[in-house]
């Protein structure tokens, strides 16, 4: 049980690579990065949690009476979930270009260069 | 490279990458451990700033520089797509027919528009109290314009949401977020640094000092940036045509 959530994490991860490496479609492609950077909240909060203890907001928490999670973590995992959100646009972004472009969305197909 | 080989090389490199994890993984510190030194320290400062929720503490005051380059990240990312998603020399643009809703759905839409845009604004508004804050209300102040869109049409949608007073916004709520770190530098603190206002009174809508201001930039950032990219790709969808193609 001890290691079982980072586990979990790193299954996550190689999920989302194996499925950007085999992927014949550039959106499925984004939705596997999404799938590997959602790993990363995975390990983030599984690195934050403490047993027992409750979210670090004290508006309803009197401060010292129960143990909290690491708030760290959960600001870091804040910042990723934002990054992973624009990442994930702005690749969305791209394949609508590509499609127009060249009219396939299958990294395979796109091998020549075109102005 | 040919399919098969391709699948080995992954299978290979992902089973070395695999075993390196876990390997790496039984030698972290066990799940729901107690020692969090780090967590305990930003604790402690959140609540010596009497700022409630230590996660907005911790975003908008321990690391408020970090969040300052999290912005820049979001707002170069609005850049792209406006630049990626423009009309094109040979694309024109089409007026949106008005799609026939159902009463049901319109009704629906209608009623929960101003409870979903207030929540995302109550949300803001209560970053440095309660769970949110600037980033999370923004999004759900931004989504909740576009009930519209699922409401009514797209015109509708449009008459509300003129892009470019939400392109100024997203500039002007970025650089406020930075006068108000300058600020700190005119007062002869450090840029950014939460010492300028007073602290306030514990669990209130005025604690924190800068906390609640920045929380608010970010907010507005964060709903005009989404308003201006969800724009974008709806004007892709609906609007731009292409004449012919190449």
């Given at each position: 049980?001890?290691?079982?959530?980072?586990?979990?994490?790193?299954?996550?991860?190689?999920a989302?690579?194996?499925?950007?490496?085999?992927?014949?479609?550039?959106?499925?492609?984004?939705?596997?990065?999404?799938?590997?950077?959602?790993?990363?909240?995975?390990?983030?909060?599984?690195?934050?949690?403490?047993?027992?203890?409750?979210?670090?907001?004290?508006?309803?928490?009197?401060?010292?009476?129960?143990?909290?999670?690491?708030?760290?973590v959960?600001?870091?995992?804040?910042?990723?979930?934002?990054?992973?959100?624009?990442?994930?646009?702005?690749?969305?972004?791209?394949?609508?270009?590509?499609?127009?472009?060249?009219?396939?969305?299958?990294?395979?197909?796109?091998?020549?260069l075109r102005? | 490279?040919?399919?098969?080989?391709?699948?080995?090389?992954?299978?290979?490199?992902?089973?070395?990458?695999?075993?390196?994890?876990?390997?790496a993984?039984?030698?972290?510190?066990?799940f729901?451990?107690?020692?969090?030194?780090?967590g305990?320290?930003?604790v402690?400062?959140?609540?010596?700033?009497?700022?409630?929720?230590?996660?907005?503490?911790?975003?908008?005051?321990?690391?408020?520089?970090?969040?300052?380059?999290?912005?820049s990240?979001?707002?170069?990312?609005?850049?792209?797509?406006?630049?990626?998603?423009?009309?094109?020399?040979?694309?024109?643009?089409?007026?949106?027919?008005?799609?026939?809703?159902?009463?049901?759905?319109?009704?629906?839409?209608?009623?929960?528009?101003?409870?979903a845009?207030?929540?995302?604004?109550?949300?803001?508004?209560?970053?440095?109290l309660s769970?949110?804050?600037?980033?999370?209300?923004?999004?759900?102040?931004a989504?909740?314009?576009?009930?519209?869109?699922?409401?009514?049409?797209y015109?509708?949608?449009?008459?509300?949401?003129?892009?470019?007073?939400?392109?100024?916004?997203?500039?002007?709520?970025?650089?406020?977020?930075?006068?108000?770190?300058?600020?700190?530098?005119?007062?002869?603190?450090?840029?950014?640094?939460?010492?300028?206002?007073?602290?306030?009174?514990?669990?209130?809508?005025?604690?924190?000092?800068t906390?609640?201001?920045?929380?608010?930039?970010?907010?507005?950032?964060?709903?005009?940036?989404v308003?201006?990219?969800?724009?974008?790709?709806?004007?892709?969808?609906?609007?731009?045509?292409?004449?012919?193609?190449?």
């Amino acid at each position: 049980m001890g290691v079982l959530p980072y586990l979990v994490a790193v299954w996550i991860f190689l999920a989302g690579c194996y499925g950007l490496a085999t992927s014949r479609n550039l959106i499925h492609a984004v939705g596997c990065l999404a799938v590997c950077q959602s790993a990363t909240y995975v390990l983030l909060l599984a690195v934050g949690y403490r047993d027992g203890a409750t979210a670090p907001v004290f508006s309803d928490v009197e401060p010292g009476s129960r143990p909290v999670v690491d708030p760290v973590v959960q600001a870091l995992a804040l910042t990723d979930v934002v990054v992973g959100a624009t990442v994930t646009a702005l690749l969305l972004a791209l394949v609508v270009q590509i499609s127009k472009r060249h009219g396939t969305v299958d990294p395979d197909e796109l091998s020549e260069l075109r102005g | 490279m040919s399919p098969r080989l391709r699948l080995w090389l992954v299978c290979a490199a992902g089973s070395g990458l695999a075993a390196l994890l876990v390997a790496a993984c039984l030698d972290l510190p066990g799940f729901g451990g107690d020692r969090h030194p780090y967590g305990d320290r930003a604790v402690d400062a959140s609540l010596a700033r009497r700022t409630a929720n230590t996660v907005a503490s911790v975003n908008f005051d321990q690391r408020a520089f970090d969040t300052l380059g999290e912005m820049s990240i979001l707002f170069a990312a609005v850049l792209g797509c406006v630049v990626l998603l423009r009309q094109t020399r040979d694309e024109h643009r089409a007026r949106p027919e008005p799609a026939h809703v159902d009463r049901p759905v319109r009704r629906y839409t209608l009623l929960v528009l101003p409870v979903a845009l207030l929540t995302g604004l109550y949300v803001i508004a209560h970053g440095q109290l309660s769970p949110g804050g600037g980033f999370q209300g923004g999004v759900v102040a931004a989504t909740s314009l576009h009930l519209l869109y699922v409401g009514a049409d797209y015109r509708a949608l449009e008459r509300v949401r003129p892009i470019g007073v939400y392109e100024v916004g997203d500039a002007l709520s970025a650089s406020a977020y930075v006068v108000t770190g300058c600020a700190g530098v005119l007062a002869g603190t450090a840029f950014l640094a939460n010492t300028l206002l007073p602290y306030g009174t514990f669990n209130t809508l005025s604690s924190g000092g800068t906390v609640p201001l920045l929380n608010a930039a970010i907010g507005m950032e964060v709903a005009c940036a989404v308003v201006v990219l969800l724009a974008r790709f709806l004007d892709q969808a609906v609007e731009i045509e292409e004449v012919r193609s190449l």
